[in-house]
């Protein structure tokens, strides 16, 4: 409980969560986080805990990395967070149709509401509004967004596409904003500020 009023001081750049935790279970810590902070946040896990990764991808963590790890790894995920989290120092608002960015103050707003997004959310939503209309590969976004190639079977960007989709309000079927494209990747659609 220390740990989680320490990680809700807005002093720390980044925080590394390790799943096992003595007290309360590293997913509540970071369900409880994601509740007021986007602090970016990287999660420990144990190498066959593929559903404690996966709920902590949907509940807001940027990245995972599995124990046992090297160390230079972790450290150069540390510094890809951290790089993808600083702001550009341009002040550069984009859009497309009803979504908005302020590049250099990493927010935006769906139709005027703000939007609370994690890093990884905001790098993703990023690169889908440069390139409304354009197909990008699930390996084009890890790059983008996790500053990683994928591994087999690793489905954290669809994760967070998902969570996207739910924040940007995304209804199946509907007038979505992210297109899955089978076998290619996905594509953001621009769609128009519905008028009064």
């Not at 709920?55 to 450290?75: C, I, Q, S, V, W």
Request: aromatic fraction near 4%; avoid cysteine.
């Amino acid at each position: 409980v220390r740990g989680l009023d320490r990680a809700r001081s807005g002093e720390h750049a980044l925080l590394i969560l390790d799943l096992l935790l003595p007290g309360m279970r590293g997913l509540e810590v970071l369900r409880q986080l994601r509740a007021e902070s986007n602090v970016p946040v990287l999660i420990l896990t144990a190498r066959g805990e593929d559903v404690d990764r996966i709920l902590g991808l949907e509940l807001g963590a940027d990245d995972y990395l599995p124990k046992p790890f090297n160390t230079r790894e972790l450290m150069a995920r540390v510094r890809a967070i951290l790089r993808r989290a600083r702001p550009s120092g341009d002040a550069l608002r984009i859009h497309a149709g009803d979504v908005t960015l302020d590049v250099s103050a990493r927010q935006a707003w769906h139709n005027e509401r703000p939007l609370s997004l994690t890093m990884a959310e905001f790098g993703l939503l990023d690169a889908f509004v440069r390139h409304a209309g354009q197909v990008l590969s699930r390996d084009r976004l890890a790059e983008h967004v996790l500053g990683r190639r994928l591994a087999a079977f690793d489905r954290s960007i669809d994760v967070h596409v998902s969570n996207l989709r739910k924040k940007l309000g995304d209804p199946a079927g509907g007038r979505e904003h992210i297109r899955a494209v089978r076998g290619e990747g996905y594509m953001f659609v621009r769609v128009d500020p519905e008028r009064g």
